[in-house]
């Protein structure tokens, strides 16, 4: 079990909270609903692996086939749990959780990426 704990009022993110397709960290990421084992994929990455085009605003969120969605295809916000274990379950996360979330930036702030090419 970890000894650290997820902190949601702020940007925070996890040092494993990076995109599996681009590297991408501290942005939102969105996981496979499916998969028990989590491969975190930046808006660009889940829109083009779900061939889907990247209409998402800067809350995370689209329009679905019904409506408003967070949801790219099969792949709903990645929100790490209070443990930093896992991730909270899609439809059940608490209200702080979901805000942490909408609050990261839709992509990488250009900073965040100059800092990672050092």
Known sequence: MSKHTMDYSG?????DYVCT?????????????GMSLFELQCVDC???AS???VDVDE????MGRVGP????????????????????PYL???VDALDWWTRLPLRPLKSDAA????
């Open 11 to 15: 940007r925070y993110t996890p040092a």
């Open 21 to 33: 397709g681009c590297n991408a960290t501290g942005c939102k990421l969105w996981r496979d609903y």
């Open 46 to 48: 889940a829109c083009r």
């Open 51 to 53: 061939k889907i085009p």
């Open 59 to 62: 809350k995370g969120v689209r």
């Open 69 to 88: 969605t967070r949801d790219i295809g099969w792949y709903v916000p990645a929100i790490p749990d209070p443990l930093l274990i896992g991730y909270l």
């Open 92 to 94: 059940d996360r608490p």
């Open 115 to 118: 800092v990672a090419q050092t």
